[in-house]
Antibody, heavy 121, light 108 residues
């Protein structure tokens, strides 16, 4: 079964850091481009960033609100995607979803169940 | 990139058809055929319903269809069913991804 399972969410103070993980199974993770998408409480979806597969260069790209503060990385030996979040702000409070970028496409075809991050003093 | 514009809500009775619009610019929706649509039930993860403007993943009923004209994409749901009540989000890729604000579909 194809599956993405996020973990690592929780409560953190403004200015703090948190690392999210996303464990993948049921597909060849090393070949997949991966993305993070977030959703603030009661709000819409917002793309956070993307990492290519290592064979495609392994490069990352980020949305403007998180650039310079968030870092996406991957460990293909562990089939795991990471999101390192630093200098957190209250507006980063959201459910964070891990997704795959479809092969030969520009859409998100597999989604995890999400993990909640709350930034509050 | 600014968020794509969707109506906040639409509604329809069982068996009817509804259309949800998604307006962008010539730099995103109008410039590429990379519009996708996601369905999200309360407390659940989004689910891909349409990609590349009008293609349906396997398992998605053919009651769901997509189209595009100029800078506006549309999702049409025909033969509305109670389980279609959900939030729907459009998304466009133009180097980066941008989502619409979401539309709440109510089945009366």
């Amino acid at each position: 079964e194809v599956q993405l399972v996020e973990s690592g969410g929780g409560l953190v103070k403004p200015g703090g850091s948190l690392r999210l993980s996303c464990a993948a199974s049921g597909f060849t993770f090393s070949n997949a481009w991966m993305s993070w998408v977030r959703q603030a409480p009661g709000k819409g979806l917002e793309w956070v960033g993307r990492i290519k597969s290592k064979t495609d260069g392994g490069t990352t790209d980020y949305a403007a609100p998180v650039k310079g503060r968030f870092t996406i990385s991957r460990d293909d030996s562990k089939n795991t995607l990471y999101l390192q979040m630093n200098s957190l702000k209250t507006e980063d409070t959201a459910v964070y979803y891990c997704t795959t970028v479809a092969n030969w496409g520009w859409h998100f075809d597999i989604w995890g169940q999400g993990t909640m991050v709350t930034v509050s003093s | 990139q600014s968020a794509l514009t969707q109506p906040r809500s639409v509604s329809g009775s069982p068996g009817q058809s509804v259309t949800i619009s998604c307006t962008g610019t010539s730099s995103d929706v109008g410039g590429y055929n990379y519009v996708s649509w996601y369905q999200q039930h309360p407390g659940k993860a989004p689910k891909l319903m349409i990609y590349d403007v009008s293609k349906r993943p396997s398992g998605v009923p053919d009651r769901f269809s997509g189209s595009k004209s100029g800078n506006t994409a549309s999702l049409t749901i025909s033969g509305l069913q109670a389980e279609d009540e959900a939030d729907y989000y459009c998304c466009s890729y133009a180097g980066r991804w941008v989502f619409g604000g979401g539309t709440k579909l109510t089945v009366l």
